[in-house]
């Protein structure tokens, strides 16, 4: 079945730094999805993007989906972005999840 | 409007025992999916339905799991003769149609004694 990879597993940043998570998938997909799961397990829905670029506030997203790959920005990161960032593809009608990055920013 | 619901949000119960976790999608969306996540991995695709039909339970890991969604809105996930195995985060997750941007419910977390 299709393989879903995040880099990188971890991420400690300092508040305000930048950041960037990767997804790689490994066969077409009919839409893609980045979500972020809070402290208290909740997933978040950040973006739906098949293809192209969305940005939402300090959160950007970017799909090529004829390479594969989705790339998540975070920018001026604050502590309340800390927990996993997930990227799931949907593909024959289930979404198939990576196993996310997990992002600790420090004060 | 209401997001997606789940009920209980905690679970505990001793092995052998037959659990249901209840899932109330978005109002007017027809697809509903389940969900596992067990501790540091990514959510598992289990089953799906679009309508009352369950269209794919490929993910369902074997026959002591069974779900329903008789009128095609609230669903059941039923585990029999539950397993330390089975401990896990169970997800809901609705959309408005195959395909389309899916949103998740809070989860119920299960506990097996």
């Known amino acids: 079945g299709i393989q879903v990879e995040q880099s990188p597993p971890d991420l400690i940043l300092q508040e305000g730094a930048n950041s960037t998570l990767r997804c790689n998938f490994s066969d077409s997909v009919n839409n893609l999805q980045w979500f972020h799961q809070n402290p208290w397990g909740q997933l978040i829905n950040l973006f739906y993007i098949p293809s192209g670029t969305k940005q939402n506030g300090r959160l950007s997203a970017t799909t090529v989906a004829t390479e594969r790959y989705s790339l998540l920005y975070i920018s001026s990161s604050q502590t309340t972005d800390s927990g996993v960032y997930f990227c799931a593809v949907n593909r024959d009608d289930k979404i198939i999840f990576g196993k996310g990055t997990r992002l600790h920013i420090l004060p | 409007g209401a997001g997606v619901s789940q009920t209980p949000s905690n679970k505990v119960t001793e092995k052998g025992k037959y659990v249901e976790l209840r899932c109330d999608p978005i109002?007017?969306?027809?697809?509903l999916y389940w969900y596992r996540q067990s501790l540091g991995q990514g959510p598992e695709f289990l089953i799906y339905?679009?309508?009352?039909?369950?269209?794919?339970d490929s993910g369902l890991p074997n026959d002591r799991f069974f779900a329903v969604r008789p009128e095609g809105s609230v669903s059941t996930l039923k585990i029999q003769r539950t397993e330390r195995g089975d401990s896990a985060v169970y997800l809901c997750?609705?959309?408005?149609?195959?395909?389309?941007?899916?949103?998740f419910g809070p989860g119920t977390r299960l506990t097996v004694t």
């Open positions: 997750a609705s959309s408005s149609g195959p395909g389309n941007e899916q949103y």
């Open positions: 109002s007017g969306h027809t697809a």
């Open positions: 339905f679009q309508g009352t039909g369950a269209a794919d």
